[in-house]
């Protein structure tokens, strides 16, 4: 079963307006993290924003806002005010840890987004 | 030089061939990961070193050999590969292996095909 769940294979919006990336996550741990990445044509995978599982108030970071829903297990990012340099594939990941004790990151298979001039 | 660098970032190979991926981080960083990403599946991972240490295989093939010599450069050597190896090799470091808050660092990738 998949552990991140990212139903939007594609989004698009309108320059200067917010959008929404969905994100749904299954784990059984009391204790885990959540990040978003962007991931432009180049390649090079950059952090965005991150989500504590204990975390009370949802996580800011510039324009993007991590919109989170621990009792539905969802963990959107919101992005404000969206500019052309926005468009990316944009990855939810959740933090868990192997048998060895190596923490890794479990990635969804990402939203492309594209903002519209 | 900052961050995570990789080179080559285009590499083209045949199955009979031996080549290596190399990555180095400027980051004073102790893990350091390869991660697999294939067209249109999620993103894998395929090793973890922390503090020089492999600390994780996902049951990764043999002809895909990792070195990590010290915290600041990782090795991939390929050898006889097949063509569904052709993907982005993304290198990634972070400050440890585990905790609360440990964002991992990525590098621009090595594209690489297989013919």
């Known amino acids: 079963a998949q552990k991140i769940t990212q139903t939007q294979p594609g989004m698009f919006v309108q320059e200067k307006e917010a959008v929404t990336l969905d994100c749904t996550y299954d784990t059984s741990d009391q204790s885990y993290g959540l990040f978003w990445y962007k991931q432009p044509s180049s390649g090079e995978m950059i952090f965005l924003i991150y989500q504590g599982s204990y975390d009370e108030q949802n996580a800011t970071e510039g324009r993007y806002s991590l919109n989170f829903q621990k009792a539905r297990k969802s963990a959107n990012l919101v992005i404000s005010a969206s500019q052309l340099g926005d468009s990316a594939m944009y990855f939810c990941a959740m933090r868990e840890y192997s048998q060895g004790g190596s923490e890794k990151l479990v990635f969804g298979k990402g939203t492309k987004l594209t903002v519209n001039p | 030089e900052t961050g995570v660098t990789q080179t080559p970032r285009h590499l083209v190979m045949g199955m009979t061939n031996k080549k290596s991926l190399k990555c180095e981080q400027h980051?004073?960083?102790?893990?350091m990961y390869w991660y697999k990403q294939s067209a249109k599946k999620p993103l894998e991972l395929m090793f973890v070193?922390?503090?020089?240490?492999?600390?994780e295989n996902n049951s990764v093939p043999s002809r895909f050999s990792p070195e990590c010599p010290n915290s600041s450069h990782l090795f991939l050597h390929l050898h006889t590969l097949q063509p569904e190896d052709s993907a982005l090799y993304l290198c990634?470091?972070?400050?440890?292996?585990?905790?609360?808050?440990?964002?991992?660092?990525f590098g621009p990738g090595t594209r690489l095909t297989v013919l």
């Open positions: 070193y922390n503090f020089k240490e492999q600390t």
């Open positions: 990634a470091s972070s400050q440890k292996t585990s905790g609360t808050y440990n964002e991992q660092f």
């Open positions: 980051l004073g960083h102790n893990a």
